[in-house]
């Protein structure tokens, strides 16, 4: 029984090895088939695709059993469906990657280069290109009330950039800032030396509204002083004619230019004349203003004159012109607007316009002015009476011309004239010192030196000299609109 038992089992152990043995290669035989489809190294049971390590690895695991225990037929089957999965899912999976074309499909969202379609900005882009280059041809405009004979605030503050220039660019450059092209100038060419009775001018041609109308205009700008021109400034009456209705030093510089015009003056009696000017400039204008009223009186309601810090122009006895269209914007604590002296009989042509000075400054300047009225009553004394020194005899104008003048600088003096923030008072200083001294010297009258002693004072000094800039004329009218 024993031996029967033996051999039975003897024999189920053989056909196990026989069943694991023919199990054994069929699936030696499958796994070269899958390595030759999916790339597995049936040696190592390794996949080269990235999913099949692990699934290849468990078939060789399996395959191995029958040499540890038999193994029923059933189990081998898994290592053949793990290679159709491998290969199926291989398959399967390249096929699949075709369908993401389904994302390409996405840019058929062309809709967003649409909306460039959107050419409103492009528009933009263009007119903004258009504009930029229009800019400085869009005047910064020079309003005009309806009326010759009104007074404006914003007229005024338009025309004063025209008083901050010096050098005809610059003249020229803010002509065309404020739409105006230039039709003829004058006078730039000055040496600095030259001490004629004229002033460098310019004139341009533009558009300006008169109320509500738009007109063709003239603007005629008058420079301030320059150079020698300070010569031409204290020689009031440079012929000597006691009877003059005019401070001819200004008044000749007004004839020169209005010649060089008169051309054009009477070709255009509908175009408007705005005529402008600053301190020695101012003084021209002024005197412009009142030749065209009483040469042109039908043009008045035509002509606009706005003028700065205006010295004073003609004698009290010039009232046969009323000059209603000329208009002098004046600081009172300004020195620059009480020469010639009011003591010698003089005045402005036109109306003037008082802003708002500072009182403690204003009650300063007419100290100074009486000082000399006291001590020059008269232009007759100005010119004429002869006082001695050493020898020498000297008029109060032949000292000024002599000693005075020479020692002025045009480039320390300019700096006075135009702007408040180079100011060099350090520079002015000595001459209002020297020249205190030299005058109470020569005439023996002390109060030269009272007037030197007050304005010595360096903070006197620059307080008075930046009463006469452009820029105080700004603010001080700014004041005025509100």
């Given at each position: 029984m024993k031996r029967k038992t033996t051999l039975k089992t003897l024999l189920l152990r053989l056909t196990a090895l026989l069943l694991a043995f023919l199990l054994c290669s069929v699936t030696i035989a499958c796994g070269d088939e899958a390595s030759t489809a999916t790339g597995t190294d049936v040696t190592t049971g390794t996949d080269v695709t990235p999913d099949a390590p692990n699934k290849n690895t468990d078939v060789t695991t399996k395959s191995d059993v029958p040499t540890d225990t038999p193994v029923t037929p059933d189990e081998p089957e898994e290592p053949t469906g793990t290679d159709i999965d491998v290969t199926t899912s291989t398959d399967v999976t390249e096929p699949d990657i075709p369908d993401e074309p389904d994302e390409p499909d996405e840019p058929v969202v062309p809709d967003e280069p649409d909306e460039p379609v959107v050419p409103d900005e492009p528009d933009e882009g263009t007119s903004t290109d258009v504009d930029e280059p229009d800019e400085p041809l869009q005047p910064m405009s020079i309003p005009l009330p309806a009326e010759s004979v009104t007074f404006s605030t914003e007229t005024a503050l338009s025309l004063l950039p025209f008083c901050n220039v010096i050098t005809k660019d610059d003249f020229a450059a803010t002509f065309v800032q404020y739409g105006f092209s230039v039709v003829t100038e004058g006078h730039f060419d000055k040496a600095d030396d030259d001490e004629s009775h004229t002033s460098a001018w310019m004139l341009g041609e533009g558009t300006v509204k008169v109320g509500d109308t738009e007109k063709?205009?003239?603007?005629?700008?008058?420079?301030?002083?320059?150079?020698?021109?300070?010569?031409?400034?204290?020689?009031?009456?440079?012929?000597g004619n006691y009877d003059s209705e005019t401070a001819d030093n200004f008044y000749f510089s007004a004839l020169d230019v209005l010649a060089s015009i008169s051309d054009l003056l009477q070709k255009t009696d509908d175009h408007v004349f705005i005529v402008t000017g600053y301190s020695r400039g101012a003084a021209v204008a002024n005197l412009i203003g009142r030749e065209m009223d009483r040469t042109y009186p039908e043009r008045c309601d035509n002509v606009y004159v706005y003028t700065f810090a205006t010295p004073l122009t003609v004698t009290c006895s010039a009232t046969?012109?009323?000059c209603p269209n000329v208009f002098n914007v004046i600081n009172s604590a300004d020195f620059v607007t009480t020469m010639p002296l009011a003591a010698w009989n003089y005045v402005r042509a036109g109306r003037d316009i008082v802003l708002p000075a500072d009182e403690a400054l204003t009650a300063d300047v007419a100290y100074v002015v009486n000082l000399l009225s006291e001590i020059v009553p008269s232009v007759f004394e100005y010119y004429e009476k002869e006082y001695t020194v050493l020898d020498y005899q000297y008029t109060l104008f032949g000292a000024v011309e002599e000693f005075l003048l020479p020692s002025i600088s045009s480039d320390s003096v300019s700096e006075v004239t135009y702007s408040a923030t180079t100011l060099s008072v350090a520079r002015i200083y000595p001459y209002v010192n020297s020249g205190g001294m030299l005058l109470s010297s020569l005439t023996g009258n002390l109060k030269f030196n009272d007037i030197a002693t007050y304005i010595n004072s360096r903070r006197n000094l620059y307080t008075l000299l930046k009463q006469h800039v452009p820029s105080t004329y700004g603010s001080m009218l700014q004041v005025t609109l509100y």
């Open positions: 063709t205009a003239y603007l005629l700008v008058i420079r301030a002083t320059h150079g020698g021109e300070w010569a031409s400034n204290l020689n009031v009456l440079p012929t046969d012109v009323a």
